[in-house]
């Protein structure tokens, strides 16, 4: 499974980023992808999480913000942050499970539970 993202940049605060993740090389029927972040110094916390029929979670500090979908005919994963803040400045990760047994994960937006990672993408806001 190869994951590459796209999309990052640096945006002033209240600006607008759409990051891309585009996926290849999987043949679950049934998955769930997700968006993480991990800035300097702090864990990597989970943002959003979207199961492959359209489902979806997202940590509290992005709601009404950020939008996750998918594009299956294409096998890419989105992000579109609006309003963005400082505080979302990070490296931001996308990443893949195979569904089964990984409801929890799902759930809990939890970073353990996914095994496929791509190699990050800088969002930088500034005020």
């Known amino acids: 499974v190869q994951l590459v993202e796209s999309g990052g940049g640096s945006v002033q605060s209240g600006g607008s980023l759409r990051l891309s993740c585009a996926a290849s090389g999987y043949t679950f029927s049934s998955y769930f992808m997700g968006w993480f972040r991990q800035a300097p110094g702090k864990e990597r916390e989970g943002v959003a999480v979207i199961s492959s029929d359209g489902l979806t979670r997202y940590v509290d500090s992005v709601k009404g913000r950020f939008t996750v979908s998918l594009d299956n005919a294409k096998n890419t994963m989105y992000l579109l942050m609006n309003n963005l803040k400082p505080e979302d400045t990070a490296m931001y990760y996308c990443?893949?499970?195979?569904?089964?047994?990984?409801?929890?994960?799902?759930?809990?937006?939890?970073?353990?539970?996914?095994?496929?990672w791509g190699q990050g993408t800088q969002v930088t806001v500034s005020l």
């Open positions: 990443a893949a499970t195979e569904s089964y047994g990984r409801i929890s994960y799902f759930y809990r937006i939890d970073p353990t539970g996914f095994g496929y």
